[in-house]
């Protein structure tokens, strides 16, 4: 059976930051943006995938059917995916999966998230519940903690330094000033880094992804009816998933996560190029240190190589190997739920050459988007295409 | 779900009780019904031991944002450590400070509060690690 290739028609994100509006009400914003983009009305949608992590922080579960609802949608399938940090994308996944096997022709992916309404130390909690509970968060090992327990042992194995991974904020936040979605448009030094508070040592608070509200959508079809929607539809030469051990004290190497290194081999073979094909890479960077060990694992650097390649200014816009011209999770922000989706938006902007000012990666044909839920548990890999 | 029966099974789970297979050796933490390497082959062989708690540190660093579930005092040292046993478990550092910290360094168990439940109000048990002190 001939498979369907499946391509992106349209994409929306709104802007990062704190909203009013609940997680449902963002839902509900992007994806009526996306259908207007697209020129579709609800009711032709074939399926609806909603990603959300913190839904119960609204007391509301089950958000598929209130979104459908109210894009006009109500009898069209929905369901809810949450796989903390990765949820977006996996749900962009299985809209991918539904149109290549012919289940859905028009697939609507909407990511959304809403925290700024509960204090730090909850959403601190909420977020531990992505961890092996019993074994992490149960114990005090928070998110930033963990993170920060991979950087202390990759700055003893490799040597990599404070500044090292002040330079991937540096860069992430100069990014993030040209971004009208980012919730950060704020110029940074190194020295502002190193003398921001401490979240968990050796990470500060510059180090880290901020907490933000969000939500970002894309209509998912067909090649065919896509080019229909638009004369720039993007392609999806692969999408992959795959896992670590969840708990990072079970994992004999705590430098690296396996599951990048594992979905990363099998995108670039699915979509048969190589890393040096590929112009832009947006990559989970929660934590400074991410971003560096998202290099290394997706092989742009040698393990503990990848801090080299930011200090010579490498891994900007202009550079050989552009990395998070959106301005990352650090500066864009972290809307958890939506995160995903927001990588996959930055990639469609910079494919169609529409990314405002020096962000804007010249001439970009190929984009990686690498999203991590909690440690690595969950990994997924997307190269997307030109399709005009 | 019955909260304090629930408390109770993970404060079981906060000793250092994990199982050895006794086909191939290997010990494992927390307990497992299976070993990982002989899977179905180590049906019935699986005997729970007790962790000697003398290890080594594999990483650590010191956290100020808690989470909201446990009453913990920040900021506060964390780490990853090596058991002698062979597996490794993620636990409080007590008893030192930041400067005293070093990666490879040997710690020992000891049993503390963990902190209260906030919701349940259930003091909890579990192990933390320390500089050793016993001979
Ligand atoms: C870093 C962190 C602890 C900061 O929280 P906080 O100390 O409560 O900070 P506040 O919300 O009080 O914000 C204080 C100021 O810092 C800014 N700020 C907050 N987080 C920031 C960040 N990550 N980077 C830069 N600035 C940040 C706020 O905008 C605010 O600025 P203002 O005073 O000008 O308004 C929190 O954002 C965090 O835990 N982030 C990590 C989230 C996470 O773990 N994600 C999962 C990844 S796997
Ligand atoms: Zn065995």
Same mark, same amino acid.
């Given at each position: 059976m001939p498979a369907t290739d499946p391509a992106i028609a349209e994409?929306?994100?709104?802007?990062?930051?704190? /909203?009013?509006?609940?997680?449902?009400?963002?839902?509900?914003?992007?994806?009526?943006? &996306?259908?207007? %983009?697209?020129?579709l009305e609800g009711d032709e949608l074939d399926s609806l995938f909603v990603a959300n992590a913190f839904g119960m922080a609204d007391k509301q =579960?089950?958000?598929?059917?209130?979104? #459908?609802?109210?894009?006009?949608? @109500? *009898?069209?399938? #929905? #369901?809810?995916? %949450?796989?903390?940090?990765?949820?977006? #994308? &996996?749900?962009?996944?299985?809209?991918?999966? /539904?149109?290549?096997?012919?289940?859905?022709? +028009?697939?609507?992916? !909407? =990511?959304?998230?809403?925290?700024?309404?509960?204090? +730090?130390? +909850?959403?601190t909690s909420y977020f531990c519940y992505g961890s092996d509970y019993f074994l992490e968060g149960g114990v005090g090992a928070t998110f930033p903690g963990l993170y920060a327990a991979i950087a202390r042992a990759h700055m003893d194995e490799f040597g990599t330094s404070e500044e090292d991974m002040a330079r991937v904020a540096v860069k992430n936040h100069a990014n993030g000033i040209h971004n009208p979605t980012a919730h950060f448009q704020k110029e940074i030094e190194i020295g502002d880094v190193l003398d921001s508070y401490e979240v968990a040592a050796p990470l500060k608070l510059y180090d880290a992804c901020p907490f933000s509200d969000g939500a970002a959508a894309a209509i998912v079809t067909?090649?065919?009816?896509?080019?229909?929607? +638009?004369?720039? @539809?993007v392609t999806v030469e692969a999408s992959t998933q795959r896992g670590t051990i969840a708990a990072l004290s079970e994992r004999e190497d705590v430098t690296e996560i396996e599951g990048t290194q594992l979905a990363g081999q099998a995108a670039f073979e699915q979509a048969g190029v190589s890393a040096d094909e590929v112009d832009l890479f947006e990559v989970h960077d929660c934590f400074t240190i991410a971003e560096? !060990?998202?290099?290394?694992?997706?092989?742009?650097?040698?393990? =503990?190589?990848?801090?080299?390649? !930011?200090?010579?200014?490498?891994?900007?816009?202009?550079?050989?190997? @552009? !990395? *998070?011209?959106?301005?990352?999770?650090?500066?864009?922000?972290h809307p958890v739920g939506a995160t995903g989706m927001g990588q996959i938006y930055e990639a469609v902007e910079q494919l169609r050459g529409e990314a405002e000012g020096p962000r804007q990666v010249d001439g970009a044909e190929r984009v990686l988007t690498h999203n991590v839920g909690a440690t690595g548990g969950t990994v997924t890999v997307n190269i997307l295409g030109r399709g005009d | 779900m019955q909260v304090p029966r629930y408390w109770r099974e993970q404060s079981e789970r906060y000793k250092l009780v994990g199982s050895k297979c006794n086909n191939c050796g290997l010990r494992v933490f927390p307990r497992r019904s299976l070993c990982p390497d002989c899977r179905h082959e180590s049906q019935g062989q699986m005997e729970e031991v007790r962790f000697e708690g003398t290890g080594e540190l594999v990483t650590w660093t010191r956290v100020h944002e808690a989470l909201s579930d446990r009453e913990l005092e920040t900021p506060y040292l964390m780490g990853i450590v090596e058991l002698d046993e062979g597996p490794r478990v993620t636990a409080q550092i007590v008893d030192l400070d930041p400067e005293e910290v070093e990666i490879g360094m040997e710690l020992e168990s000891r049993f503390r509060k963990l902190g209260e439940a906030s919701e349940s109000g259930v003091v909890h048990y579990g192990y933390k690690f320390g500089p050793v002190v016993s001979d």
């Open positions: 994409v929306s994100c709104l802007r990062y930051g704190e /909203h009013e509006e609940t997680a449902r009400e963002l839902a509900v914003d992007a994806s009526l943006d &996306v259908l207007e %983009e697209a020129g =579960g089950h958000v598929g059917p209130l979104i #459908s609802t109210a894009i006009g949608a @109500p *009898n069209v399938p #929905s #369901s809810t995916t %949450e796989a903390a940090c990765a949820s977006a #994308s &996996v749900a962009f996944r299985h809209a991918i999966a /539904h149109v290549r096997a012919g289940m859905a022709e +028009t697939a609507l992916v !909407v =990511g959304t998230e809403k925290v700024s309404h509960i204090d +730090t130390m +909850t959403a067909t090649e065919e009816k896509a080019r229909a929607m +638009t004369d720039t @539809p560096l !060990v998202a290099m290394e694992d997706l092989g742009l650097a040698e393990p =503990g190589k990848a801090a080299a390649m !930011v200090r010579e200014g490498q891994t900007k816009p202009d550079g050989d190997v @552009p !990395v *998070n011209a959106s301005g990352g999770l650090k500066s864009k922000g | -």
